[in-house]
């Protein structure tokens, strides 16, 4: 379970980062997190609380994979040592796990060449290790011999710093590689030892077969004996085998006539369902519908009852309650079609009337317009020429004003008349021209009234007119398939 920790460990800090720490306790955050992570399986919490069993296997070895997939399977791009060694024991423990399921119990050929590729892999390092303390020495060599040039010396030194950096990081990788190694050698010997295990089993089973042979050996049997038992082992086995084919081909007859009745109920199950959406378009579900009467007309599939009663698989008689209530539905709605159709057509002529009435009232509304411009035309000819006497009589006001001024003295009276005179006028004037505006303004607002008010019932109309084609559509999308069919498919 530690590898398994380690494994997991690595692959999540490929994926979520170098600081990705796993959480505790294991048994609720790992599946948590593996979830969050889309894996589709649900990884078992005894095995992750050490209570591991054998067919526990698959599904951590299941998880590691996902984990791997979702880190990324580009194993052979790393540069990173550390990688490549997890991903060469992973491909060791897969492939062990493969031969475990193929029932092949030595490991020896597997075991002997993850030791051959790490003897490679050694010698390949220590190789490494040889040439670089050669290019060390000889670089060494070289510097001494350089010493009095001290400006070789110091790109010497350097070179020599360049190199020891390099030699420090290679030594780096090799002891990584030797601890990887160490660690590998260690988990090869637990599995030699319990390949050993397997071997004494192995060997123990095979002592005991001796011995049983020797036992069948020392009875008193002829040859013949055992010559007539092996033939009867040999008929024996054959009329097993032509059993168990016999087994084999009626198990495979009822698995087939078990899909066909479940493809059968599923299809019976679709029936119902359309024919309960039926009712419940017809008004006939559920119970509290219009149509219903506080019976229930929905059917059911009775599962349960498939072996025991199987003619009262439905829970009520298609043919002897459904079908009389949708023959009684569509003869309702047949009729309530034809009322609407009736209303719609005296809407239709109600909307003719009406609209020869707008017409006719805007016609009148037209001829009062023409009324009123010409009205205002003649206001406005009227006010003119009332003007024009204004400005005459102011005209004749400064004459007499003039008059007034040179005969002040003589005759104050005759002033103060014609002053009286000039406001009576001008009050005169005043009033019309309020009295024809209050008209004007009442005659227009009139005509807005009268036209909104047309316009008003105009659209109120087509509002109502609309509402009813749009009751009248969904009324004949809902008998459209009932009345299609002279017959529904009860069976």
């Known amino acids: 379970m530690r590898e398994f920790v380690f ?109 051959l590729t790490f003897d490679a892999k050694n010698a390949s390092i220590e190789q490494d290790v040889r040439n670089l303390t050669a290019e060390h020495a000889r670089l060494h060599a070289e510097a001494e011999s350089l010493q009095p040039e001290k400006s070789v010396l110091v790109a010497a030194q350097t070179k020599q710093a360049e190199l020891a950096a390099d030699y420090a990081k290679h030594s780096g ?13 260690r988990e090869l010997s637990d599995v030699q030892q319990e390949t050993a295990r397997h071997a ?25 004996d055992v010559e007539n038992m092996e033939r009867e082992r040999a008929a024996l086995e ?16 009822v698995r087939e006539e078990a899909r066909e009745e479940q493809r059968r109920l599923e299809r019976l199950e679709e029936k119902v369902n359309k024919l309960n959406a039926g009712s419940v378009r017809l008004g006939l579900a559920p119970p509290t519908a219009a149509r219903a009467h506080g019976r229930t007309y929905e059917l059911s599939l009775r599962r349960e009852l498939l072996e025991t009663r199987p003619d009262s698989l439905l829970s009520i008689d298609p043919s002897a309650v459904v079908a009389p209530a949708v023959r009684e539905a569509r003869a309702a709605i047949g009729r309530e079609l034809h009322a609407l159709q009736d209303e719609l057509i005296e809407a239709e002529a109600l909307q003719a009337r009406r609209e ?14 023409a009324t009123l411009e010409r009205e205002g035309h003649q206001r406005e000819i009227a006010s003119a020429e009332h003007a024009a ?54 005659m227009v607002e009139q005509v807005g009234d009268a036209l909104d008010m047309v316009m008003d019932h105009k659209e109120f109309v087509e509002r109502q007119l609309a509402m009813l084609r749009e009751h009248i559509d969904e009324c004949d999308q809902a008998l459209r398939p009932l009345l299609a069919n002279d017959a529904i498919d009860l069976a």
């Open 200 to 224: 004494a089993t192995l060997q123990q089973t095979r002592t005991e077969v001796n011995v049983l042979r020797e036992k069948v050996a020392a009875q008193d049997l002829t040859p013949a």
């Open 389 to 442: 006497e204004m400005s005459k009589r102011k005209a004749e006001t400064e004459s007499l004003e003039e008059r007034i001024a040179a005969e002040r003295g003589r005759a104050g009276q005759t002033v103060d008349a014609s002053k009286a005179q000039l406001a009576a006028a001008e009050k005169e004037l005043a009033d019309f021209e309020a009295e024809a505006s209050r008209a004007k303004k009442l």
């Open 238 to 253: 054959a009329e097993l085998s032509g059993l168990s084919a016999t087994k084999e081909a009626l198990a495979r007859q």
């Open 7 to 115: 494994m997991v460990t690595f692959l999540l800090k490929r994926v979520f980062g170098p600081s990705f720490e796993v959480p505790t306790p294991l048994d609720d955050e790992l599946p948590r997190i593996f979830k969050e992570l889309g894996y589709p399986f649900q990884l078992p919490k005894h095995a992750l609380r050490n209570n591991i069993v054998p067919h526990d296997w698959p599904k951590l070895l299941g998880a590691l994979t996902g984990a791997s997939q979702e880190a990324g399977d580009d194993f052979d791009a790393e540069v990173d040592e550390d990688a490549a060694n997890f991903k060469m024991y992973l491909d060791y423990l897969a492939r062990g796990y493969k031969l475990f399921l193929e029932g092949v119990d030595d490991m020896s050929p597997l075991d002997e060449q993850m030791r």
């Open 173 to 185: 990788h090799a002891h990584k590689l030797q601890e990887a190694i160490d660690k590998y050698e």
């Open 356 to 369: 020869e009435e707008a017409v006719t009232f805007v016609e009148q509304l037209e001829v009062l317009k």
